[in-house]
């Protein structure tokens, strides 16, 4: 831990885990979907659910999908200001198996019709892990530029991945593999450190075999 | 951070012929990669940010729950009409450390020092000296330093959230930093600001995380107060010239046993002791069924 992880972080309260990570969980799932949010379905888990309320979770996430961060001071009015940008959201009891206590699926639609599915948990202190996307394991920290590959599962797609990346002078800090079954679905969670190029990406999405490309960027923007 | 313990930070503060603040804002500027201006500049704005929570505190404002607000305003009222004989210093501390509490769980912006639920403890015995005393900003920036090495030496040993080692660690790991923050306020030695720390976290040692619906407001904002207060009264102690029997990384290790046998219910659950209350398991039901609605 730094000095700045004891003294600090500035936070809209009142919990590092139930607002500021709700917030930045909310925040990374609209990087990852890459669009302004059209609706939400916000299923919340365990300690989300049972104290979420009073610890202004609801509006913690609503301002991330917003792409408030977790000092914005507007974060106590999201609920308001996401009916006045036309965000629709719903929120839901659910049991969620084998995650933290505080964790929470988000069901996703952005205004130019992207869908995405994540689940993500809260680890305290704000910080936060996306557990899984659109149904596959996952485990992404979030402090890195990271691509999540669904691809077939067959041979040869993370040595074309790898060597690309290579190529552009990406480095791998991290990479991952889940498959749910042999030949079935699988995915590679690739943390970088570099920003990875579009062309990259876009290369990757025409790829044979590639299901769904997805891009988590360090780079924040306000709009999409 | 390198500093595994504090006597470790105090060696190095021997052999480098440094002060407390400047050991450990060099070993962070180090680990992060940014110059000692910077590191300085990065604590500076922390400091200024507490100094902006503590004077945006709005005395009509109330908690989602209801449960609490509007009591950092009674302790302003009574300190000024003179009916506190805690004295002008204590009473300006406890009035600032439930402001900031309360603002916390009004939803307002704060600095999570260490934590969100013990946001109050630094900054009110930091403010009030401030007002109090004169100092220049710069000091105090260093005084956040002391804090910031000593919670990380708490970090690394023991733990410093209450669901990890119940309230001993969040506001007993507050109250140790911001007893070794004044004593460097006032001029003392690293060897002192060790020791008033130790002496604030045995104070609390064994205090349970127990609050009421889970949420961070009953007992938390008005535990701020204990916190604050009794690093003030430890930091005198030992300027004093007191010292702790137990060497303070003995104690720290001693918080990390009694965090380690804890029961569940007692740390951060909202299951055991206050929480566990008949009143507060009927505020849970009450909260439920709104939340329901």
């Given at each position: 831990m730094n000095a700045f992880e004891i003294i600090g972080p500035v936070m809209i309260g009142p919990s590092s885990s139930h607002t500021a990570g709700a917030v930045k969980i909310g925040f990374i799932a609209r990087q990852l979907i890459r669009d302004e949010i059209r609706s939400a379905d916000i299923y919340l888990h365990g300690s989300f659910l049972a104290t979420g309320k009073g610890h202004g979770t609801d509006r913690a996430l609503i301002a991330g999908l917003l792409g408030?961060?977790?000092?914005?001071?507007?974060?106590?009015?999201?609920?308001?200001?996401?009916?006045?940008?036309?965000?629709?959201?719903?929120?839901?009891?659910?049991?969620?198996?084998?995650?933290h206590p505080n964790s929470v699926?988000?069901?996703?639609?952005?205004?130019?019709?992207?869908?995405?599915?994540?689940v993500a948990s809260s680890l305290g202190g704000g910080a936060i892990k996306i557990c899984s996307i659109d149904g596959l394991e996952a485990n992404i920290?979030?402090?890195?530029?990271?691509?999540?590959?669904?691809?077939?599962?067959?041979?040869?797609h993370v040595s074309k991945v790898t060597s690309m990346l290579g190529q552009k002078s990406v480095n791998i800090a991290e990479m991952q593999l889940f498959r749910d079954r042999r030949g079935g679905n699988a995915v590679m969670v690739i943390e970088c450190d570099q920003e990875v190029p579009m062309e990259i990406l876009d290369w990757l999405k025409e790829m044979k075999g590639i299901v769904k490309v997805t891009y988590l960027s360090m780079e924040e923007k306000n709009e999409f | 951070?390198?500093?595994?313990?504090?006597?470790?930070?105090?060696?190095?503060?021997?052999?480098?012929?440094?002060?407390?603040?400047?050991?450990?804002?060099?070993?962070?500027?180090?680990?992060?990669?940014?110059?000692?201006?910077?590191?300085?500049?990065?604590?500076?704005?922390?400091?200024?940010?507490?100094?902006?929570?503590?004077?945006?505190?709005?005395?009509?404002?109330?908690?989602?729950s209801g449960l609490?607000?509007?009591?950092?305003?009674?302790?302003?009222?009574?300190?000024?009409?003179?009916?506190?004989?805690?004295?002008?210093?204590?009473?300006?501390?406890?009035?600032?450390?439930?402001?900031?509490?309360?603002?916390?769980?009004?939803?307002?912006?704060i600095v999570a020092a260490p934590t969100a639920g013990a946001c109050g403890v630094i900054p009110s015995v930091l403010l009030t000296y401030e007002e109090q005393y004169g100092?220049?900003?710069?000091?105090?920036?260093?005084?956040?330093?002391?804090?910031?090495?000593?919670?990380?030496?708490?970090?690394?040993?023991?733990?410093?959230?209450?669901?990890?080692?119940?309230?001993?660690?969040?506001i007993g790991s507050a109250s140790a930093m911001a007893a070794g923050a004044i004593v460097h306020l006032r001029g003392g030695s690293a060897s002192l600001i060790t020791h008033a720390a130790a002496m604030a976290l045995k104070n609390l040692l064994g205090l349970v995380c127990d609050p009421v619906a889970g949420l961070v407001e009953v007992p938390c904002v008005k535990r701020n107060v204990v916190g604050a207060v009794n690093a003030v009264t430890c930091?005198?102690?030992?300027?004093?010239?007191?010292?702790?029997?137990?060497?303070?990384?003995?104690?720290?290790?001693?918080?990390?046993?009694?965090?380690?046998?804890?029961?569940?219910?007692?740390?951060?659950?909202g299951e055991g002791g206050l929480g566990g209350t008949p009143t507060g398991q009927g505020i849970l039901k009450k909260l439920r069924a709104t939340i329901e609605e």
């Open positions: 408030m961060k977790a000092d914005d001071e507007r974060i106590p009015d999201s609920l308001k200001l996401a009916k006045d940008a036309g965000m629709e959201y719903h929120f839901h009891g659910i049991e969620l198996r084998d995650v699926m988000l069901r996703l639609v952005g205004v130019h019709g992207m869908e995405l599915e994540v920290c979030a402090m890195y530029p990271t691509i999540i590959v669904h691809n077939v599962d067959q041979p040869g | 951070m390198s500093f595994k313990s504090l006597k470790a930070i105090e060696q190095a503060c021997g052999n480098q012929q440094k002060a407390f603040w400047e050991v450990v804002l060099e070993e962070d500027c180090m680990e992060r990669m940014v110059t000692k201006q910077e590191g300085f500049e990065q604590m500076r704005s922390m400091f200024q940010s507490m100094k902006k929570a503590d004077a945006g505190y709005d005395k009509n404002l109330c908690s989602a609490v607000g509007k009591d950092g305003e009674k302790i302003s009222q009574a300190r000024i009409e003179d009916k506190l004989i805690s004295g002008n210093f204590i009473s300006m501390v406890m009035e600032k450390a439930v402001k900031m509490g309360e603002s916390n769980a009004c939803m307002k912006r100092c220049t900003e710069e000091l105090l920036v260093e005084a956040l330093f002391v804090a910031a090495g000593i919670g990380e030496v708490l970090a690394s040993r023991a733990y410093i959230s209450g669901a990890a080692g119940g309230c001993q660690a969040e930091a005198d102690m030992a300027i004093a010239g007191i010292t702790s029997q137990i060497p303070p990384d003995e104690v720290i290790d001693a918080m990390r046993e009694v965090g380690d046998v804890m029961v569940s219910k007692l740390r951060e659950t």
